[in-house]
Structure formats: C-alpha cells, structure tokens
C-alpha cells in the first residue's frame, strides 16, 4: 500500500509544482499560489516518509528497498537508508527544493509580490524538473514482483552515522543556491522601476546554503577518515570536487554580497556568481550521475539519466545566463575601487576564490577534454590539486586576516598597520615558540601554522575589542577558518606511517608511543563477524595511555569485509589504527597512522557552522525588519 | 565594450555542454582507465596463497613470462560473467593467469573455484583491499597485462566482454 500511495505523492507532487510555476506567472500572491505552495510542500513530505517507512518496516516488495536494504540492518541505517541511494537521495533533494519553497513563499508582503513571484515561478521550474526526473529515471517506489523474501543489504562502508546526516546537510547547501539562483532571475528580469533590495532576499539563503555545504563537506570528510581506514581525509574525488566548487563560490559570494549592500558595487557580479554557484551544483551531480565520470561514490549508472540532466542543465544555464548576458547591463556601474579598502580585500577574495574554483573545475573535466579531443585518457590527482589550489588559498588567508579591519573606502595605511600589529605579535612569537618547542621543520610547515594563528590571532583580538560594526557570525566563522587551517596543516604535513606485521605480545613504536599486541578475538555485531584486536599504548614513562582496538568485519548479507578502525584522539594528535589481515601463525599486518592536530579540523569547521548559524540569524532579522 | 562581455558566460557555459553531450553520445567506455602504473613496475607485496602452502611473494611471480592479474571475489557478480573469458585466457600457450581475490572469504573463494573452475596459476589473498590500493583498483573485476619484465602494460576496469577478450590477446601478441 505505502509505495503506491508514495508513487501517487509523487505524481501530485509534480502537479503542484507545475500549477505553482503557471499560477505565479500572475505575479501577484492568490490562493492558487498558496494551495500549490503547501500542497507540494505537504506531498513531498508524505512521499519522503513513505518511502522511509517502507525501509524501516522492510517492505521488500518495493524495489528500492530490496536492493538497499535488510532486515538485520540496525534501524538508523535503515533510516538512512532511504536517501543512501541514488534514486530516495532524489526524494530528499525534492522535499529540500519544497522546503525552500515555501520559505521563500512566505517572504510574501505588499510591496514585493511581483518580485516573489518572479522568485517562486523559477523555484516551480527547477521542482517540476527534479520530480520530473525522478518519476522518469528514478522512480524509488518501483515495485518488485514477486515480493521478495529478504533484501539484498546496504553497502557496510555506508553504515556510519557521519554518513547517515552527511546528505542532508550537503542538500540543504546545494539546493539553497537553488533559491539564490530563483532570486537572482527575479532580479534580472525586474523592471528598472522597481526598488526591492534583492540582496537583502539573497543574503540569508546564500549564508543557510553556505553554512550548510559547509557543514555536509565536514562530515563527509569525517566519514572518510573513520570509514574507509586510508589514514586521511580529502581525496580530490570527483564528487569532493563537485561538493568544493560550490562552496568556493558560495565563499565568493558571500563576501561580494557585503559589498552590494554597503556600497551598491559588485551587483552584476554578484548575480552572475548566484547563477554559477547552483549551475555548479547540478553540472557537478549530473557528473556523478551519469557515468561520465567514474569515482570511488559512484552511484548506480543509467546513460538516459545522464542525456535528462544534461538537458535540464541546458535549459536552466541556457536561459538563466542569456538573461544575464541581456539584462545585467543595468546593473554595472563603473565605481573604482581603492585596492587597500574593505571592498578592495573582498574583489581580491573573490577573484582568488573564482581562480581556485577554475582550476578544481579544470582538473575534474579535463580527463574529459582531453578524451573528446584526442581519444587518449589521463588521470588528474593529488598533486595537481595540492600545487593550484594551495598556492592561490596562501593570498587568500593572508588577505581574510586583515579585510574584516580595513574600512570602507580609501582607508588609512599607517592607522591599518597599528591595527595588525599585535596580532602580526601574536602570530609571530606563537609560531617561533611551537617551533622551538616541536624542532620539526618544513616550509609548508611554516607557511600553514603562521596562517593559521594569523587567522586565530586577528579574530580573538577582534572579538576582545568587540566592534559595534563587525557582524559576530563573520568572526566566529572566520575564526573556525584558522582552526581549520591548523588542523589541515599538521595533519597533511607532519603526518607518520607505519605498516608492520605483529603477533600477540609483539610490540612496536611510533612516536613516543609504545604499542603492544595484547590479544585478537573473535566478536558479533548485530549484523556482523568481526575479528577484534587489541592494543595498549603506552607512553615514554609507561603509563598506560590507551587501549585501541580495530576490527576487520565480515557483514555476511552483503558477503563484505571492512575493517574498523581504531582512533585516539587528543587535542594534539589521532593515534590512528587499522588492523590488516593475518592469522595467529604469521600475526597481522596493522597499520598505524600518528596524524597531528586533527581535531582541530572538526573543531574548525563546526566553529564555522556555528558562525554561519549566527549569521543567518541576524541576516534574517535584518529581513523581516524590511517587510 | 564591457556590455557585449556580459554575454560570454552563456557562450562559455555552452561550449562545456557541447563537449559533454558529444561524451555522453560516443561510444566510450568511462571504465578503460589508464592506470597511473602504466608502464611501471608491479607494486610490490606479499600475502598468503590462497591454494598454495607457500606465500605469495610478487617479486617471485612477476618478471618472467607475460601475466594476466585479475582481481575477483564469489560476491561479485560480473566476475562470474568474466570467469570464461579468464579460463579462455589460461588455456592458451604463454599466458599465466594470476587472480587477486578481493576482500573475500577464503573459503567460499575456493568452493567458487571448484564450482566454476580455476584458471589461476596463483592466487593471492587481499583480504582487506590493501594490494588493490597499491594497483590503484576503482572496483572490481580489473584485468591488467604485465610483461616478462613485471611491468604493467594495459589494464581494464570491469568484466572482460567478448570485444574486451579480442583486445587483450591482441596487446599480448604486441607485447611478444
């Protein structure tokens, strides 16, 4: 019963949506526009928690289900199972689409009807495509029959909780820029006449989108350093990458909207960049899902989905940026900009992020460039990433340290520079001390950690200072910026590795640590074999620091091994380890990973969602005391 | 001047959609990835055998003749598909097939073998993925060539198809 009354959701779905883009051609607020608003609204939800409830009750007659899921799957996979495949991920992205929707539906006042409706009739559009290509390609209330027995189990390198609310909040990310890019159509096809200050509407979506990317971006790094057992966290996988682009451009954006705001500059830009970051958005899924690329996310491929993206991809960039190319002139103003103003910092910011977002965008597509024009294949990696993306950030974190302190307009020099000087202090003596103090040299080394205390000390000064005209969201995220930059810095640039055969008792070190092999047994998981290792760490004096104990798992359904990898962590250092295979005759081969200042990454980036939460929250008032 | 430029992001943004809409069309195969070892040594390992009392040392296996490497498991399906051509390959003169099993059960491992037949001359165990790490293995099945100096010549990702089949016995008689 659930699927079919899912499937009917779904299709009722696609009828709202369809009469809300006809109904707000009207361009004023009617109750047409409000039954289709919360009806698609209301459909979406129900067919989502359909097909949720059909995992959770494992209704294998639906065949979504029977290929992803299991009844011995612990309920929050089963859960998270609804949108941990290709086709219930769509669902998600849908209910997030209908979400934003009635957000920006609400935004409703006298003054701004033919604006919103502007706004909602391209929401409408982009809705009715979604669902459009969902029904189509990738309908998950397809029905099975026979109903089958059990199903066939939910890859065991998924079941992680990082995993379980990574999509969801990337989602929120990228389909927020969906409703900056439904205001930026709304502000190029307004007539000269009308004064709204659309970016006072964009704002509070680009910082949700933003902050949320963010945040998704996070965990799915998380998920990788505990999951996949490589030691690391960030691989430049195509689908990192189309994850990243947004939100390089997000950053951009961010930033350029303050300059609209203060100074009315920048606006063509800013609206280009609004329709570049969500196009960004959908080129980078239809990437991953068309099998044009592969990589190690892949979903499951279909060729006809690839050609329906594609097309939607065509029409929506197609229209959006003929509009731009047509109507933006009124936008332009020929105001020059001091290069040592706060404008000035945010143009240098936004030309170094669009710089980076080129450069990760040319290394994803060009395997297939270079395939389209001369029929060979290459591989672009790692080291193409680490030598274009980090050089061009260094200007770019230099520059974000001292923006925020930079006034308007033609600022003071000698005043600036009185301004740094104790945070240049700061970051001076903490770097000569950790250097002193750690004797390990290296030049990115330096370069990272004299980044990231430049990046700490100017923000904590500032929050001591607490200036009236500094937003409180800006430093708190500017802030998780540096803890970021530490983090990453001392774990890609000091990190050891050691793989070593051990049998019980034998003992091995790695740093100041100590490992001994105590024991290996044999344990049940709820859906699981699993051989369990176990470890005492001991530090320079013999004091017990930890037990570690990794796992090599069997999940019998889906007839996979993953291992389980054991971590201890401190505000300094993860003692990382995976235990490899072996038996009681040779021992085993572990692999160990001393991976510096970790946490620091996670801190950071949660330190950032904080930020952006504040942010939005502000942004949103500031709103509402415009309507 | 400035204005007409406002019109280049459409022009650049269809430029890209052409090039991957001319991609989705041709008939190419997104799994015939080069490997980043092409032409360079195999990586070097060790593990157990899975039929042999003795260890599976890659530099004893490789350097001799020409190898065929193909990674496999039971719980995959295409390599069931595959496993013809793989026994095809293994009943011609001058080829050695050498199977890395992936992340399997050692024991279902060999009953498969038993059941559908082994055309392997060796096996080595890689139970947790590691030696496919090294090889730079997206997935399984993946078949790579490596001639009598141990160095990797082709690989392929995916099942070895009848087209696929052709291909490799012609880069072997290149090789010779």
Redesign the interface.
């Known amino acids: 019963m659930a699927p079919y009354l899912g499937n009917l959701s779904l299709w009722l779905s696609l009828f709202f949506a369809i009469s809300q883009f006809f109904v707000s051609k009207k361009n004023k607020k009617s109750k047409f526009i409000t039954i289709s608003v919360i009806g698609l609204l209301i459909s979406s939800l129900i067919s989502f928690f359909l097909l949720m409830y059909s995992h959770v009750v494992s209704d294998f007659s639906v065949l979504n289900v029977f290929q992803n899921s299991h009844t011995t799957k612990p309920l929050l996979y089963k859960v998270s199972g609804t949108w941990g495949n290709h086709e219930g991920s769509m669902l998600l992205w849908i209910l997030v689409l209908t979400i934003f929707n009635y957000f920006i539906f609400k935004l409703y006042n006298e003054k701004n009807s033919i604006f919103i409706s502007k706004t909602l009739e391209t929401q409408a559009f982009i809705t009715a495509g979604f669902i459009l290509f969902t029904v189509l390609t990738s309908n998950p209330f397809e029905i099975i029959s026979p109903t089958q027995a059990d199903g066939l189990g939910f890859n065991p390198i998924l079941q992680d909780p990082a995993l379980a609310i990574h999509p969801p909040l990337l989602y929120i990310g990228y389909v927020g820029f969906s409703a900056v890019f439904s205001i930026s159509i709304a502000t190029l096809a307004l007539e000269n006449n009308e004064k709204i200050p659309w970016h006072s509407y964009m704002k509070p979506f680009v910082v949700a989108a933003w902050t949320f990317l963010t945040i998704g971006i996070a965990f799915g790094a998380v998920w990788a350093y505990y999951e996949l057992g490589?030691g690391g966290w960030w691989f430049w996988d195509p689908v990192e990458n189309a994850s990243f682009m947004p939100w390089l451009l997000g950053t951009a954006l961010l930033h350029s909207l303050i300059t609209v705001e203060k100074k009315k500059s920048l606006q063509?830009w800013v609206l280009?960049l609004s329709?570049?970051a969500f196009?960004l958005s959908v080129?980078g899924t239809?990437l991953v899902r068309?099998?044009?690329?592969?990589s190690?996310h892949t979903f499951a491929l279909d060729?006809s989905r690839?050609?329906y993206i594609?097309a939607f991809?065509?029409i929506l960039?197609?229209y959006s940026?003929?509009l731009?190319?047509?109507k933006?002139?009124k936008y332009?103003n020929n105001s020059y900009f001091s290069f040592f103003s706060k404008e000035g910092s945010i143009l240098i910011n936004n030309i170094l992020m669009v710089v980076v977002c080129s450069s990760v965008f040319l290394g994803t597509?060009y395997p297939?460039?270079v395939?389209?024009f001369t029929n060979n294949?290459?591989?672009v990696?790692e080291p193409y990433y680490n030598s274009t993306v980090v050089p061009i950030m260094i200007p770019a974190i230099l520059i974000m340290g001292i923006g925020p302190i930079l006034s308007w307009g033609k600022g003071d020099k000698s005043k600036t520079f009185k301004k740094i000087f104790p945070s240049v202090l700061l970051t001076a003596i903490i770097t000569l001390f950790i250097f002193l103090f750690y004797q390990s040299y290296s030049l990115i080394g330096i370069v990272g950690i004299v980044l990231a205390f430049w990046i700490i000390s100017n923000n904590v000064i500032i929050l001591f200072q607490k200036r009236e005209n500094l937003s409180n969201g800006m430093i708190v995220a500017h802030l998780g910026i540096g803890l970021l930059i530490l983090g990453i810095t001392g774990s890609s640039v000091w990190q050891e590795e050691k793989i070593i055969q051990m049998k019980v008792n034998n003992e091995t070190n790695i740093k100041e640590y100590n490992i001994i092999f105590k024991e290996i047994n044999e344990i049940k998981g709820p859906n699981y074999f699993a051989l369990q290792g176990n470890f005492f760490v001991y530090d320079k004096n013999k004091n017990i620091i930890t037990k570690l104990q990794p796992e090599?798992r069997?999940y019998p359904v889906?007839?996979?091994?993953t291992?389980e990898v054991s971590i201890h962590t401190n505000l300094l250092r993860d003692l990382y380890m995976?235990l490899?295979?072996g038996?009681l005759n040779?021992g085993w081969?572990v692999r160990i990973y001393y991976n510096p200042l970790v946490i620091w990454i996670w801190i950071g980036a949660l330190t950032i969602f904080l930020g952006g939460l504040i942010s939005m929250n502000s942004n949103l008032k500031k709103l509402q005391r415009l309507s | 001047m400035?204005?007409q430029l406002?019109?280049?992001?459409?022009i650049f943004?269809?430029l890209?959609?052409l090039?991957?809409?001319?991609?989705?069309i041709i008939d190419?195969n997104?799994?015939?990835?080069?490997s980043?070892l092409l032409n360079k040594n195999v990586p070097k390992f060790e593990?157990?055998s899975l039929l042999k009392e003795k260890k599976f040392v890659s530099s004893d296996v490789f350097g001799k003749e020409i190898k065929l490497v193909n990674f496999f498991a039971?719980?995959c399906k295409p390599c069931r598909d595959e496993h013809n051509y793989i026994k095809r390959f293994s009943n011609q003169e001058g080829i050695e097939v050498i199977g890395i099993n992936y992340?399997?059960?050692s024991q279902?491992a060999i009953g498969w073998l038993k059941e559908l037949g082994n055309p392997y001359s060796n096996i080595a165990?890689?139970?947790?993925?590691?030696i496919a790490?090294d090889w730079g293995v997206?997935g399984i099945p993946e078949t790579f060539i490596v001639n009598s100096k141990g160095i990797i010549k082709y690989r392929h990702?995916g099942p070895v198809t009848k087209k696929i089949y052709k291909k490799i016995n012609l880069i072997i008689n290149e090789i010779e």
């Open positions: 490589w063509s280009l329709i570049l196009l080129v239809f068309s099998g044009i690329l592969t190690v060729p690839g050609i594609l991809t065509a960039g197609g940026l003929i731009f190319g047509l933006s002139k332009l597509i297939l460039l395939e389209a294949k290459i591989s990696g090599n069997f889906t007839n996979n091994f291992t995976v490899g295979e038996n040779d081969i | 400035r204005k406002l019109i280049l992001p459409s943004f269809l890209i959609l090039i991957f809409f001319y991609l989705l190419r997104p799994s015939e990835l080069p980043t593990t157990e039971t719980w992340k399997d059960n279902k165990v890689d139970k947790n993925g590691r790490i997206y990702v």
